[in-house]
């Protein structure tokens, strides 16, 4: 698996000490210590601007988004504190603990704690034999539908709990960007005569469900030897998705992080109907099972990166790849 690159997304935790136990956190009471409540405060650093709300993008969380936050005893990750406490993102910026009211306190005689988040909060999250805490994660949808997946970890002492800045999380994307961009410079095609995009479809080398490790971040999927066919059909679009020379018809989708000597996808192809709007066609941009087709590029799907395949029609139905992360990254080509 890749390694993963940190983004930008920080939860600013306020710990402030508290005087008694409330009855929704299970707690013990301070002993003959100032009481300290936790307070969280979401704050996201820019990132790229992208083509759907579902990957989150900006300075903030959306108002209701939840975050679920595990407390530990020790950075060993074996003493739980407490587990999968349910945090909401209020209008202000404000993380609130659910349900509402309810409140946390550090241990007794305790300075530390090692917080671990992860977003979207779920309440099925797994414990395995070797004491690992593993999300649930769904990929291989377009960025309209998908859930961009972010886990991240800090320690907290009362000392930086008690300050106003509060203890920041760094959350670090899981998931892999894949974005598609379909262009041509067929000279039969003008602006105002072009082929309009049918589908686009997709075969990835491994299978798009997984349990991401609290800790690490890492993904490890469900079906590694067996690939998801991801389709997308376009025919009943309101706006039709033209392949207008000079233009790019751009579309993007949340994979699981791929890098191995093998290409993260097996195959791709897309079709198109003809200006005439009677003739329709598949294009195969490349194809592992051959059939007179291009061999796969070596695609690398990394873990808060975006892989950009620009692909452009043209009468040898020539591809070009380039590879960018978020914060920018590598680049290759092929024809």
Not at 65 to 78: A, E, W
Not at 100 to 108: A, H, I, N, R, T
Not at 279 to 306: M, Q, S, Y
Request: proline share 5%; glycine share 6%.
């Amino acid at each position: 698996m890749s390694k993963k690159k940190n983004i930008s997304y920080l939860f600013s935790l306020a710990l402030l000490l508290l005087a008694g136990c409330e009855s929704n956190t299970a707690t013990v009471t301070p002993l003959e210590e100032e009481a300290v409540e936790v307070r969280l405060r979401a704050s996201v650093c820019t990132i790229e601007t992208t083509v759907s709300r579902s990957v989150i993008e900006g300075t903030t969380l959306k108002a209701g988004d939840t975050v679920g936050i595990f407390l530990m005893k020790d950075n060993r990750f074996s003493t739980s504190y407490l587990q999968n406490l349910q945090y909401k993102c209020s209008e202000d910026g404000q993380l609130k603990l659910q349900p509402e009211g309810s409140k946390v306190y550090y241990p007794p005689q305790e300075d530390v704690l090692y917080l671990y988040g992860y977003y979207p909060y779920t309440e099925e999250t797994i414990t395995d034999e070797n004491g690992k805490i593993l999300i649930p994660v769904t990929a291989a949808l377009q960025t309209s539908e998908a859930t961009d997946y972010l886990y991240g970890s800090a320690t907290g002492t009362k000392t930086e709990a008690a300050a106003a800045t509060g203890i920041t999380i760094p959350l670090n994307h899981a998931l892999a960007r894949l974005r598609l961009n379909i262009t041509t410079n067929r000279p039969e095609y003008t602006v105002q005569t072009y082929p309009i995009l049918q589908s686009i479809s997709f075969t990835t080398h491994e299978g798009q469900k997984g349990k991401m490790d609290l800790q690490t971040g890492i993904i490890t999927s469900d079906n590694p030897n067996a690939g998801t066919t991801v389709s997308s059909d376009y025919r009943s679009n309101t706006a039709p998705l033209g392949i207008v020379p000079g233009e790019s018809v751009t579309q993007e989708y949340l994979l699981l992080p791929y890098d191995s000597t093998a290409s993260a996808l097996n195959r791709l192809a897309f079709s198109i109907k003809e200006p005439d709007g009677t003739t329709e066609k598949e294009i195969i941009v490349f194809d592992e099972a051959g059939n007179g087709t291009a061999n796969p590029p070596t695609i690398k799907l990394e873990a808060g990166k975006t892989t950009t395949l620009n692909i452009i029609y043209t009468q040898s139905m020539a591809a070009k790849v380039s590879v960018n992360d978020w914060d920018k990254g590598t680049e290759h080509t092929f024809q």
